[in-house]
Each structure stands twice: as structure tokens, then as C-alpha cells.
């Protein structure tokens, strides 16, 4: 079975500055995707990027970016010009690409707290 | 934003009732799920249905039931509930298998059971 690890449970930035937040993933998989989730207090789950395994280029929206490292199993997301709306739970989630495999295993999440 | 609905958004009751939580989409999804969330162990998944009258369990599935009769609606049954059912219950919904389709999540509803 898939784990996903997030090993820093809560984290700060400075408005405007960047911050990175780690996630790491067990797999025997070759071809899956990787997700980052944000979950404001409002508790809406909100896709923030999408990275496909077979893809060596690291995906980008916007601010946000991932650094995915396959051989080490590594997918941090850096979050550039942070935000005070930029508050909230992270969460990564993984899901193997085979048909059939749609289910989502997620990290236990880090809180970003943004400092103005 | 998907058209996911989840029934109620809150509900207290207490330890032994039957309750049920009502998910209902608007976009023809094949594949919903149920996850519940707690601290500390992120979203985990209840049960799933890749089609009308097809689900399967997920990875903390005791004391839960589901049932999907129609592609719209997926019903999420605590047979008698218990305290440690208390949780916030996510719905997802995702399209056609094998893309890169993500999942797309309702409001949750926050379930207390005293």
C-alpha cells in the first residue's frame, strides 16, 4: 500500500516572502500522480497542482510550484509572493495511475500560517 | 467549482442512532467517495463507487455502509453510530479513469455523535 508522509505539521512565512512544504511518498508504482490540496477554514478542499509521474518537468500554477524528485519519491510544493489569503492546510496526496485506481492517499497535511 | 451538494453540512446525534449523509453531484461522474478527516491523520477513505450499484471499501470502512443507486446520489450509512465516528465527512467526485482527472470535493458535513 501507498503511504505519504508530511513530516512538518505546521509552518510560517512572512507575507511576500517563500516557503516550501515537504512531502514524501512510498510507492513500488512506476506511473501515478501526485497532488497538492488546500484547505482554507472554510474547509473547502481545493486543488492547488497536479503532477504526472511520466513527467520529468516539475509542474507550475502561478505561485505555486512542486519539486519533484522521483527517485528519492519526494514532491514539495513552493509557494512564491505568499499571501495572507495563502493560509491554510496543505494537504499531498497520491494516486496510482492504473485503471481502476482512482482513490487518493493524502499526508496528514502541514497549516501554513502566513505573517503579516 | 464541481456541483457537489453534501446533506446536512452539520448534525449532532447521539451514540446508537442510524444516520445518513447524502451526497449529490450535477456533473455525471462515474467515481464518488467518501473520506472522513481527523487531526492528525489527513482525509481517509470510507468507501467508494465507480458506478451505479458498484462500491467498494476503502482503508477504515468498519461500522460504514453506502449505496449508490442512481449516478447522482451516493448515501453514506452509520448503522448505529459511535462516538468515535465523530468526524467531518468529505464527498469526492472524479471523471473517466485512467486520466489525469483529479478529484473534486463537496463542503463536508461536520457529524458529532455525544
Known amino acids: 500500500a501507498q503511504t505519504v508522509t508530511q513530516s512538518q505539521p505546521e509552518m510560517s512565512v512572512q507575507e511576500a516572502e517563500t516557503v516550501t512544504l515537504s512531502c514524501t511518498y512510498d510507492?513500488?508504482?512506476?506511473?501515478?500522480?501526485l497532488f497538492w490540496y488546500k484547505q482554507p477554514p472554510s474547509r473547502q478542499m481545493i486543488l492547488v497542482i497536479r503532477q504526472e509521474a511520466y513527467k520529468q518537468q516539475n509542474a507550475t500554477e502561478n505561485r505555486f510550484s512542486v519539486n519533484f524528485q522521483k527517485a528519492a519519491k519526494s514532491f514539495s510544493l513552493k509557494i512564491s509572493d505568499s499571501q495572507l489569503g495563502d493560509a491554510a492546510m496543505y494537504f499531498c496526496a497520491y494516486r496510482s495511475a492504473g485503471f481502476g485506481n482512482e482513490k487518493l492517499t493524502f499526508g496528514t497535511g502541514t497549516r501554513l500560517t502566513i505573517i503579516p | 467549482d464541481a456541483g457537489i451538494t453534501q446533506s446536512p453540512r452539520h448534525k449532532v446525534t447521539e451514540t446508537g442512532t442510524p444516520v445518513t449523509l447524502r451526497c449529490h453531484q450535477t456533473?455525471?461522474?462515474?467515481?464518488m467517495y467518501w473520506y472522513r478527516q481527523d487531526p492528525g491523520h489527513g482525509l481517509r477513505l470510507i468507501h467508494y463507487s465507480y458506478g451505479v450499484k458498484d462500491t467498494d471499501k476503502g482503508e477504515v470502512s468498519d461500522g460504514y455502509s453506502v449505496s449508490r443507486s442512481k449516478t447522482e446520489d451516493f448515501l453514506l450509512t452509520l448503522e448505529s453510530a459511535t462516538s468515535s465516528q465523530t468526524s467531518v465527512y468529505f464527498c469526492?467526485?472524479?471523471?473517466?479513469?485512467?486520466?489525469?482527472?483529479?478529484?473534486?470535493f463537496g463542503d463536508g458535513t461536520r457529524l458529532s455523535i455525544l
Open positions: 510507492t513500488s508504482e512506476s506511473d501515478y500522480y
Open positions: 469526492a467526485i472524479s471523471g473517466r479513469t485512467g486520466a489525469n482527472q483529479p478529484q473534486h
Open positions: 456533473e455525471n461522474h462515474r467515481y
